[in-house]
């Protein structure tokens, strides 16, 4: 039998560590191979990339992190699908009874990026990038502010989430994914990935992702219980959390999910199941023997 193929999903931080430490891309992919391992590539790190185009001081910098970015993408790496493209490939795979969806970007969509990130490692940024940078940002900024205002106007509900300790928040995230209220998130998830089904088939879907423990279904309404909880018990939300937690959703189906910032440890590890584990790079060895020690040290503990 074949060995399994486990996959590392690194955040933007990583992909600048590699960048910043000079590691070369195929050099890279072929030693994990050896102990294989695929980088898989989440479609956020494209965005995450290009927020670098939004200051023309660091206009310089993004064109360094596609270059060398775009050497990933031509190597033997995977592409993981966007977020709602997982959930929409989870219904599907319920649909034709599949025991697992199909999570990576076909060969086409894969070399529409390869254009896309080649172009911008130019410096060509079109005025629909820009657009997009702009509407990404707008929303994660109404969704932070939406969030707090919600909570001011629902003193019971924030009373009642502030009334769960820390050390209870994954026993209460796994009681509240069962009840029906858990239900109903996936239920709004999918109803605006897909807002002309009829909402009893909705409510027919979600009840079935949850029955099978689809894992980016699962891990779509913790995500949001948790924003709800943290937004209680701390008072505010910091920025950068909301890609954060986007990138943990998009490594669900990988075998590691990877990166710099220790207070990710807290909550990537609520989000994730146990088959997902969260590495945290130690930033004193260079990265990419870092990422080779990781794949050693799994598969001696799995063997």
Known sequence: MAPAIRTVYLDTMLWNALCDQGVEAFSLVARLREKNGYLAIGTHDFYEIAKNFGRPENHGRGRLLFSDFSKYLIADTLLVKDNMELLAHEMWALQLRLP?????????????????????????????????????????????????AFLENRPDIK??????????????????????????????????????????????????????????????????????????????????????????????????????????????????????????????TPIDEWLIEKLTESKSVSA
């Not at 529409?112 to 990130?117: F, G, P, S």
């Not at 239920?187 to 894992?215: C, S, W």
């Not at 710099?260 to 930033?283: F, G, P």
């Open 100 to 148: 697992v969806p199909d999570t990576t970007l076909s060969s086409e969509d894969r070399a529409l990026i390869v254009r896309k990130v080649e172009k911008l490692a130019s410096g060509e940024l079109g005025e629909d990038d820009a657009q997009f940078l702009a509407t990404q940002k707008a929303q994660a900024d109404a969704t932070r502010i939406n969030q707090i």
């Open 159 to 284: 009373s009642q989430l502030q009334s769960i300790p820390a050390d209870q928040l994954s026993r209460w995230l796994d009681g509240e994914t069962k009840r029906p209220a858990g239900r109903t998130i996936l239920a709004n998830h999918i109803q605006r990935r897909f807002p002309a089904v009829p909402m009893n088939e909705i409510t027919e879907y979600a009840t079935a992702l949850l029955g099978r423990q689809m894992l980016f279904s699962t891990a779509v309404i913790r995500c949001d219980l948790y924003y709800n909880w943290r937004c209680a018990n701390r008072g505010s939300i910091p920025k950068d959390l909301i890609d954060d937690m986007y990138h943990a959703l998009n490594a669900v189906y990988c075998d590691f999910y990877a990166t710099a910032e220790t207070k990710q440890e807290e909550y990537a590890s609520l989000l994730l199941s146990d088959k997902t584990l969260v590495a945290i790079y130690d930033k004193k």
